[in-house]
C-alpha cells in the first residue's frame, strides 16, 4: 500500500481534481465528503459571522462546466459510469429546437455536467484509497439517484455498504410537499468486507424504559446505530455554527470517523469546507488533509483550529497553527509508481504510454477515419454515415491495452458488444469469420 505524499494537517487550495491527480494510489483510509449537490444556485455565508463572505456556485452547465480530458478520461476508464450520464443527459434534456435537431448522444444537461465533475473526482478518490479503506458521500435527493449507481460503476456495486440517512427537524417546510428534511450519505468500501466498522464506537442509548426493564441482557454501551441518524444541524446561536455555508453538524462526521476508522488513521476530505470532517479527525486523533477551491474557507478552518487548541490545550494562538498545519497551494509530487488507471483496471503488463500530448478521441477518430475509410476493422461493412462506427481498444484497457492512438480502432455497434473486454481485433476477427458475420 502506498504512503501518502504529502504531510499530517494538510491543507490544500485549488480545484481538488488536480490535487487528487497528484496523490499516491491507496495512500488514504477514509474519505469522508460533502460535494456540491447540484443545487442550481450559490450558496452565501451568513453576514457578519466568521465566514462573512464565503459563498460557492452550484449550478452546472454542459457547454461551460465539462472538459473533454473528462469524457475521455471516463469513456476509456469507467465506460459503465459514461452510460449513467448519458441516461442523465436523456432525462434532463432541454427539448430546444437546437437540441433536438442534435444527434442525441451530443446534447448534454445540467444534471450530466454536474456527474461529470463528480465522475472524474470519485474516479481519482477510488484510486487513492487503501484496499481497506472507505468512502462516505453525502448527498442529497436531487442527484443522490444518478450518484449511486455512479458509485456502483466506479466501486462496483458488491461494495455498497450502506444509504444513511441523516434525518434534522429544521428548514423545508411547504403546503405543497412533505418537508424535506434528510440528506443521504453512501457508504461504499473500496474490497468487499476488508472495511473497518467499529460497532462499539457508535452505539447508541437504549429507550431509558426498556433498558431498565432489560437491564442484564443489554450492552451497556448501547444497541447498534440503525441507518437514520436524527441529528440537528448547528444551531444559528451556537458556538459550533461559524456561518459557513452548507456547514454540517461535528456529530454527524465525528459518528463517521469513529465508526470507519482508528486512531492514527489518515482522513481525506477534497470538499472540506469550513473542515468539519478535519475538526473531527483532529479531535478523534487521525491524520489529515483537506481541499477546498475557496480561500474563505482556509481562513475559516485555521480560525475553527485554532479556537480548537484554544480550548482543549490552552496554547496560544499562532504556536501550533504554524508549526503543524502546513497550507499549499502547490501539487504534492507522486511517489508512487504513478500508476493512473483507477485499480480495477490496472493492467497486468503495465505498459507505458509513448511521450507526446495526448490525443482527444475526435482526434483519434479523425486519424483511423483517414487511415481506414468509413469501415469496421471488425466485420468490413462501409457505412455512409460514420457516426454507426465507435472508437474503441484494440488490446483491451483491462489487459494493459494503452489509450493511445496505436490501440485504437474504428468498430460497428454489433462488433463492438461481440468484442467486449474479451477479445483483440484479430480475435474479434476470427469470432465474425466463424459465425458468417464477415463482410
Ligand atoms: C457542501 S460544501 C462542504 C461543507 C463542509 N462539509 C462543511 O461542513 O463546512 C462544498 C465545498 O466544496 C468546495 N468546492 C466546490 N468545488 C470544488 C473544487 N472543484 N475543488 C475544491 N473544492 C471545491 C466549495 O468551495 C465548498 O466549500
Ligand atoms: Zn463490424
Known sequence: MGEPNWQNRTLFRGDNLKFLRAMNSESV?????????NKGRDFHATPDSLAAGARFQDRWSWEKDVHQ??????????????????????????????NLSKPRDEVGSDMGAFLCFMAVRLLEMHRVLKPTGSIYLHCDPTASHYLKAIM???????????????????????????????DTIFWYSVKHNKHTFNTDEVRIPYDAVIAKKWEHKFNKKGKVSGDVWDISRPANHSNERIGYPTQKPLALYKRILEASSNKGDIVLDPFCGCATTLLAAERLNRQWAGIDIWSKAHEVILERLEQHWLVTLGKT?????????????????????GEKAVPFLRVKVRVKEPDGPRWTRAEMYEHLLEQHGPKCQGCNRVFDDPRYLEL??????????????????LLCGPCNRLK????????????????????
Open 29 to 37: 483510509d477514509l474519505i469522508a465528503t460533502d460535494p456540491p449537490f
Open 69 to 98: 480530458d473528462w469524457l475521455d478520461q471516463i469513456r476509456d476508464d469507467c465506460p459503465a459510469v459514461w452510460e449513467v450520464i448519458d441516461a442523465a443527459n436523456a432525462v434532463y434534456m432541454r427539448p430546444t429546437k437546437k
Open 152 to 182: 456502483d460503476a466506479i466501486f462496483g456495486w458488491r461494495q455498497f455498504v450502506n444509504e444513511i440517512v441523516w434525518s434534522y427537524r429544521s428548514g423545508g417546510g411547504s403546503k405543497r410537499h412533505f418537508g424535506k428534511k434528510h
Open 317 to 337: 494562538k499562532h504556536s501550533l497553527l504554524d508549526e503543524n498545519v502546513h497550507y499549499s497551494t502547490d501539487l504534492p509530487v507522486r511517489t508512487d509508481s
Open 392 to 409: 474503441d481498444h484494440n488490446t483491451p484497457r483491462s489487459d494493459g491495452g494503452l489509450n493511445h492512438v496505436s490501440n485504437r480502432i
Open 420 to 439: 467486449s473486454n474479451t477479445f483483440t481485433l484479430s480475435g474479434l476477427r476470427r469470432q465474425n469469420q466463424k459465425r458468417g458475420y464477415m463482410k
